[in-house]
Nanobody, 120 residues
Framework: QVQLQESGPGLVKPSQTLSLTCTVSGGSITTNNNYFTWIRQPPGKGLEWMGAIGYSGSAYYSPSLKSRASISRDTSKNQFTLQLSSVTPEDTAVYYC????????????WGQGTQVTVSS
């Protein structure tokens, strides 16, 4: 059974960089079967896909976040990381890491989510 767990600070100040790590167990992030993604949900709004990283380490981003987001991985720890620079209060959201199954490209496993608040 694949499990994903988000970790990182729950409070970030405006203009700083938000950094979150997703630890994956029960499945390898280096296989060619899946993508690993970050999705967020601001208060009162829907889910927003942020980006994903594939088995080769290639990363893909939502056009609205491409200039600020970076997704990387540590294969030795089976982890992948989100960095979002120059944050504002509009970046306040519950952040989820998730696995996207190929070839259907649907989420099959979710992390529990972690609340991140951007405030001074």
């Amino acid at each position: 059974q694949v499990q994903l767990q988000e970790s990182g600070p729950g409070l970030v100040k405006p203009s700083q960089t938000l950094s979150l790590t997703c630890t994956v167990s029960g499945g390898s992030i280096t296989t060619n079967n899946n993508y690993f993604t970050w999705i967020r949900q601001p208060p009162g709004k829907g889910l927003e896909w942020m980006g994903a990283i594939g088995y080769s380490g290639s990363a893909y981003y939502s056009p609205s976040l491409k200039s600020r987001a970076s997704i990387s991985r540590d294969t030795s720890k089976n982890q992948f990381t989100l960095q979002l620079s120059s944050v504002t209060p509009e970046d306040t959201a519950v952040y989820y890491c998730a696995r996207v199954a190929r070839p259907a490209m649907v989420v099959d496993y979710w992390g529990q989510g972690t609340q991140v608040t951007v405030s001074s």
